[in-house]
């Protein structure tokens, strides 16, 4: 049962949200409003359908073809260009999801940025009481854990979004803004999106083992809820690729404002 609804929520994750992820480059494509919400379904056809032919073609990886979920996906897609083609178009469906979700990615990563004063707090706590007076808490010293992985996962779509993560490049500082916004919506479907996709699809396996018995510390004092810290990684996928989206959406007006 576990194993079903890990799948279901992958073949939304690739039915629905990579569809969306298409929206701006679609909308710099083109500002026909059939022609952008077409584009859509098609890229995502094409794109799936190149991963379904590979995964038939290297054995050596051991992939089985779902070709249910496939099909489940592709009416997703058909599904979403539907809803693209009656809001106006991908520049419009874009314009409207991009505050949406970064609104949600700024809430979530400010929220767990409180977590670093309380793990800085409960790391002098465990410091004197173990130096001090001689007592150790492994519940304590896991949450320490649990804490720097939340803030670590849930907080990177807002590092990117705030332009935070740590830059070491020669030539992008000094480039015009058309120029950075071309490298930001290269680097995003590049990079960005395929690997946003990649994890979500690669953890899904590990997430559902340690849901199926609820994993938790091998400490018996320990914390019982390894299957939920497990959890964050498919969430850090989809928190990236959501600022992923947003980047991507500031980089097309950019340029279609410079043309």
């Known amino acids: 049962m576990i194993e079903l609804a890990g799948n279901v929520l992958n073949w939304f994750a690739s039915g629905v949200l990579f569809p969306l992820l298409l929206l701006p480059v679609a909308a710099l494509a083109t500002e026909k409003r059939i022609a952008s919400s077409w584009m859509v379904f098609l890229l995502g056809v094409a794109v799936t359908g190149g991963g379904l032919l590979f995964a038939i073609i290297t054995p050596v990886l051991r992939i089985t073809p779902n070709y249910s979920g496939f099909l489940a996906i592709e009416l997703m897609f058909f599904v979403v260009a539907l809803i693209v083609l009656a809001i106006g178009g991908a520049g419009k469906a874009a314009a ?46 896991e949450s320490i854990t649990y804490m720097h992985g939340a803030v670590f996962l849930l907080a990177a779509g807002y590092a990117l979004l705030t332009n935070d993560h740590v830059r070491v490049d020669i030539f992008y500082r000094d480039a015009s803004p058309k120029r950075k916004a071309m490298v930001d919506l290269l680097g995003t479907y590049l990079f960005l999106f395929p690997i946003c996709l990649v994890i979500l699809w690669t953890s899904s396996p590990y997430v559902a083992r340690s849901w199926a018995f609820f994993e938790g510390s091998a400490d018996t004092s320990g914390i019982q809820g390894v299957f939920l810290l497990k959890s964050l990684i498919p969430a850090f996928a989809v928190l990236l690729a959501m600022a992923g989206f947003v980047v991507a959406h500031k980089a097309v007006e950019t340029l279609k404002a410079g043309k």
Do not use: C, D, K
């Open 96 to 141: 409207h999801l991009a505050p949406l979700l970064s609104a949600i990615t700024r809430i979530v990563g400010r929220t767990v940025m409180w977590l670093l004063l309380i793990m800085a707090l409960l790391q002098f706590a465990i410091v004197l009481m173990r130096y001090v007076f001689g007592v150790n808490e492994i519940f304590m010293q």
